[in-house]
C-alpha cells in the first residue's frame, strides 16, 4: 500500500487524473522497473503472483466488471485503465468491487501494475489471498515457536519426492562454500 500511495501521491497529487498525466507516469515507472527487466526476462518464469491488498482489490474490480475470475490480466489492466481514466478526479472514481478505502490509491496500484505488466512481459498475475504481512508473520511465529510451520513444510516436501538426504546436504554445503567465496 505504501508504495501505490505513494505512486498515487507523487503523479496525481492533487487528485487529478488525466490520460496525458498517465502516459508520463507509466514511462518513468517502466524506466525504473528497466534495472530488474533484463533479469527476470531472462529466468523465463512462468507465473507471478500478488500478494498485496491492492491486487486483491484490483482482482476484484476485474471479477465485478466480468474481465477475469479475479486474475490480473494485460487485456483487463488496460480496459481497467481506460475505465478509470474516465473520471477526472480520483474522489469521483466508481470502479465496481472498489471499496471507499482504496479509492485514493487505486490509480497507483493500477499504474503500478501496469507498468510491471509491460516492461516485465506478464500476461498474468494471479493473486495470492494471502497478503505478505501474513507470511512475514508466519515467519515470524515459527522462528519463535517450539515447532517451525516452515519445517514441515520442508519435511513434507522430502517425503513428496523421495529426497535423497545424503545429496541435499552436500549440495547444501557446496552451496555454502561458494557463497563465502563470493
Known sequence: NIVREATTRRFFGDGKLSKKRWKAALTEIEAEFQQFAGLFRALGWQEAIGSSGTSKAIGGIYAEMKLTKGAVTAEALHAVRERLLTFDHIDQIDLPGLSADRRPIIPGGILVLEAAFE????????????????????????????????????????????????????????????????
Open 119 to 182: 516492461t516485465l512481459g506478464l500476461e498474468r498475475l494471479m493473486v495470492s489471498k494471502a497478503a505478505m504481512r501474513e507470511g512475514v508473520l508466519y515467519d515470524m511465529i515459527g522462528r519463535v515457536g517450539a515447532t517451525d510451520p516452515r519445517e514441515s513444510s520442508i519435511a513434507a516436501l522430502k517425503k513428496r519426492y523421495d529426497m535423497d538426504a545424503g545429496q541435499a546436504r552436500r549440495v547444501e554445503a557446496t552451496a555454502l562454500r561458494l557463497f563465502d567465496q563470493v
